[in-house]
């Protein structure tokens, strides 16, 4: 059975570098899927922001892209996402999950983590 969880700080302050951890396990980041991190500001929909590949090549959303960061330590099984010079429009429930094809078709989900950005 496949878990992602995600951990980090749930407040972070206008133009710092928001940065959350999804831990997986069941399954070996190196393997052949795609690891992803969405977003869902409140009252919005989904929000793909990139994935890193299971040979480690990491993609952006065009619309994130000066701005992310994917990365991952495979000896912990874990991969980070880096969301610098954040404001209050970045506040949502950031959700890490693994797409099984690399067409954004997720198959397996973290429960998510409220991240607001606030003074």
């Known amino acids: 059975q496949v878990q992602l969880q995600e951990s980090g700080p749930g407040l972070v302050k206008p133009s710092q570098t928001l940065s959350l951890t999804c831990t997986v396990s069941?399954?070996?980041?190196?393997?052949?899927?795609?690891w992803s991190w969405i977003r869902q500001p409140p009252g919005k929909g989904l929000e793909w922001i990139g994935h890193?590949?299971?040979?480690?090549?990491?993609i952006y959303s065009p619309s994130l892209k000066s701005r992310t960061s994917i990365s991952r330590d495979t000896a912990k099984n874990e991969f980070t996402l880096q969301l610098s010079s954040v404001a209050p429009e970045d506040t949502a429930v950031y959700y890490c999950?693994?797409?099984?094809?690399?067409?954004?078709?997720?198959?397996?989900w973290g429960k998510g983590t409220l991240v607001t950005v606030s003074t």
């Open positions: 069941g399954e070996d980041l190196t393997t052949n899927y795609y």
């Open positions: 999950a693994r797409d099984f094809t690399g067409d954004y078709y997720m198959d397996y």
């Open positions: 890193i590949t299971y040979s480690g090549d990491s």
